[in-house]
């Protein structure tokens, strides 16, 4: 009898971590990097960076929805996806699936991780801002959820489903994440 009880918690214990989302159960042993400061775009030089690929090829593949693109020619108007570093996830918010989607990625970037380091996963890829279905989370705001509207609108009203962001999630990455630079690019990644 006094043998059974520690062996049958040692199972449900095994039994409980196997039940454990991997990303909570197995803690990165690099430093995470802090919140990101607003990095504003400074130039034009619409080329595809390293990082905002990684990201993309990484949200199309574990979450489906499409490739919407990274860069754009220049205009007057300055974006990250000028500099290559904001990639356009499609998804709409009409469709009960994407929501989900939206959901788990969201989820996934805003997670603790093992060692309880807050949006673990976003900060290790450099995510700077995300933009979806009139939301903003930034990380100089540690990304808590705010109104977001885009400064072409007037209203939400008078605003487009695309500046609306509601045909697509919009990814920012710091200069650091866009060039691959960060703890999540130097370990290999299950999609």
Known sequence: MSVVRPL????????????LPAAVAVADSAPIEDYAAYEPPTRCSPRDRVGTKAVARWTVR???GGFGGISRACTDSPSEHHEGRAFDWSVDVRRPADRRRVRKLLGALFAPDA???????????????VIW???TWSSWRRFAPAPYLNGACPSRRECSRTLRHRDHVHISLTRAGA???????????RT
């Open 179 to 189: 060039r691959a630079e960060l703890s999540w690019y130097r370990r290999p990644r």
């Open 8 to 19: 049958l918690a040692v199972v449900l214990l095994a039994t409980a971590l196997t039940l």
């Open 62 to 64: 574990r979450f489906g």
């Open 133 to 135: 279905d009139d939301t």
């Open 115 to 129: 060692a309880g380091n807050q949006a673990a996963l976003a900060r290790r890829m450099g995510v700077m801002y």
